[in-house]
């Protein structure tokens, strides 16, 4: 099971999030909203925002596998913001280069099968060649 987290400026949930915590628990994972502010380091956990049988429930969870990122970075909110991106990998507004995030991503064993490999290439010819794979 793979444990997703959304990070916001607010934990109000949209309707496309609701659909997407929806889809996830579907499909048997975990997730939820959460802001810079609900963010406890020194518990290694997160109170944010699901839903449970269609109603949006506040609980403690357990830090995320990936963060999908929509929260506009504020001076306040850097710190944590840096830190979680050092040890989680974020979908969106990345920290670090496409190669950096890539290999971050390929640790989590559930995603493997859903990534698109990541490759360097010095001239046309290479490139042709992945192309044609």
Do not use: W
């Not at 999030?17 to 963010?39: C, L, M, P, S, W």
């Amino acid at each position: 099971m793979a444990v997703f987290g959304i990070l916001k400026p607010n934990k109000s949930l949209t309707d496309v999030e609701e659909i997407f915590i929806q889809v996830a628990q579907n499909r048997g994972h975990q997730a939820y909203i959460f802001t810079a502010k609900d963010v406890s380091f020194e518990h290694h956990e997160i109170l944010g925002k699901t839903l449970d049988n269609g109603k949006v429930v506040e609980n403690s969870f357990s830090f995320p596998d990936i963060i999908q990122n929509r929260l506009a970075v504020k001076k306040e909110d850097k710190e944590v913001y840096l830190k979680l991106a050092e040890m989680i990998p974020f979908t969106s507004n990345r920290v670090g280069t496409k190669q950096e995030v890539y290999k971050k991503m390929c640790q989590v064993e559930e995603f493997k099968d859903f990534l698109i490999e990541v490759v360097d290439f010095d001239n046309i010819e290479d490139f042709f060649s992945f192309i044609s794979r």
